[in-house]
């Protein structure tokens, strides 16, 4: 079947179920996806429940119940399918919506995967608010979620935008009044939230020399422009969307000169915003990418329910829960960005890695991962194994490399997928983030066999 036959196939059995169970994952994408998914469902007079699950692997399973309702499995379960077999779930209480490499397996359950039809840059959340809108085109008004979900799992980094069938639901959010999108906008996070000049030091995509990773260098370079107010008449420092069109020229002309100056590409600087009017100015909700992170720090500490709350509008207890969550999730990747750098990594030919233990939240690995990269050097993918909590015999290992890396052929999905499977274990995600889990008698071997899969990518 076609992407929309098989939109309407899984639209139209949901809303032959009596009740429905939707089971997600904990990151950004899973949270938007499982609000998006469960709103469609109650607006329709259905009952629905919903299960996070931070992976889909036989311990979580018991999680998933043991009744009539129609289980749908929202980014994740495509690759597990096996599992939901040896769990006894027959073909026709399942559905599977996903965006990850499908597994095959016996029991045929009725799939929407955008894989399948060559969208390689649409996110679970994209899939769930099509099911949505096909469900009942009111649903429009869930295209913001979707937004959330399609950038917070990086789906607008290689283009600096979301492009295909994810830049047709921004239309959908800008056609009913949830989203703004702003073109040739300076690709940088933080463009609501932080102090221009931390945004800009935080950026490293592009790396801008002088300025990345240097916030007095920020600091110096936008003074010297002399045009640009950096506070308010009451001493706070601006933010990115407030300054004003010509403002904003002054400042981005400035840098592409900086870029020039360096032998540095500037294709990079631009990128299409995701804003939403309707939320508070200088808060996380404001835009898709800092909306992201606040989700993405409830689900990381066990509290995806809340980021669904606040996905579904509570801005008072639920919100402030979350706002909490998201300065604690900043504070312990801070540490543990300062122990990766304070310790010190391994640098292989292809890679460069390091095992943090216990130390740190397996869950947290990976966003610390792509933070340390920025610093390090950005020409080698940067592995982080460590201990998860819940399981004494198991390593997980996170991966995450950049938009560069992946146009010179670098997949860590294949790489991850490849080296975990020979090792008696398993691994998934996108060519630039990826993760796994392998036995810990692997560990001392594994970070190798990867390197290897890396140079053979390269070659």
């Not at 020399?209 to 370079?221: C, E, I, K, V």
């Not at 403002?247 to 981005?252: D, F, H, S």
């Not at 499977?421 to 036995?439: D, K, N, S, V």
């Amino acid at each position: 079947m076609g992407f929309d036959a098989d939109i309407c196939a899984v639209a139209e059995k949901i809303l032959d179920a009596d009740r429905v169970t939707v089971i997600s994952h904990i990151d950004a994408d899973g949270i938007t996806s499982e609000a998006i998914l469960a709103q469609a469902v109650a607006r329709a007079g259905i009952h629905v429940e919903t299960v996070f699950v931070r992976q889909l692997e036989p311990l979580s399973m018991r999680h998933v119940p043991h009744d009539d309702s129609l289980k749908v499995f929202i980014d994740l379960g495509a690759g597990q399918q096996n599992l939901l077999v040896e769990h006894g779930l027959g073909e026709e209480e399942v559905i599977i919506i996903d965006h990850h490499v499908r597994q095959d397996a016996e029991t045929q359950y009725l799939q929407l995967n955008s894989l399948d039809h060559g969208h390689e840059k649409l996110s679970a959340a994209g899939l769930g608010y099509f099911v949505a809108r096909s469900m009942d085109e009111t649903n429009t008004d869930l295209a913001k979620l979707a937004v959330v979900g399609n950038v917070g799992d990086m789906m607008a980094r290689e283009h600096c935008g979301l492009i295909g069938p994810a830049r047709r639901i921004v239309d959908d959010g800008v056609a009913c009044g949830e989203i703004e999108a702003i073109t040739q906008d300076l690709n940088c996070y933080g463009i609501s939230t932080r102090p221009i000049h931390i945004c800009l030091s935080y950026n490293d995509d592009p790396h801008i020399p002088g300025l990345s990773n240097s916030a007095d260098g920020s600091l110096r370079f936008l003074k010297n422009l002399r045009t640009v107010e950096l506070r308010h008449p009451d001493g706070r420092w601006r933010v990115w969307e407030e300054l004003d069109v010509e403002e904003k020229r002054t400042v981005m002309s400035a840098l592409v000169q900086q870029l020039i100056a360096h032998n540095e590409p500037v294709d990079r600087l631009f990128g299409e915003a995701y804003l939403f009017p309707a939320e508070p100015s200088q808060t996380p909700l404001r835009n898709a990418s800092e909306f992201a992170t606040l989700l993405n720090a409830c689900g990381r500490w066990a509290r995806a329910p809340v980021g669904g709350a606040v996905c579904r509008g509570d801005r008072g207890v639920g919100y402030r829960e979350a706002e909490h969550m998201l300065r604690h999730h900043r504070s312990i990747i801070r540490d543990l960005v300062s122990y990766i750098h304070d310790t010190g990594i391994e640098e292989l030919s292809h890679l460069q890695h390091i095992h943090v233990g216990d130390r740190f939240p397996d869950t947290i690995v990976g966003i610390g991962a792509g933070i340390a990269l920025s610093k390090l050097n950005w020409q080698k993918p940067i592995l982080i194994m460590c201990y998860p909590p819940d399981d004494p015999e198991l390593v997980k290992a996170s991966m995450r490399t950049n938009e560069r890396m992946v146009s010179r052929g670098i997949d860590l999905q294949k790489a991850l997928l490849t080296a975990s499977e020979e090792l008696g274990g398993a691994g998934g995600g996108h060519r630039i983030a990826a993760g796994a889990f392998i036995p810990r008698a692997a560990e001392k071997e594994f970070a190798y066999r990867v390197n290897e899969l890396l140079k053979n990518q390269c070659a």
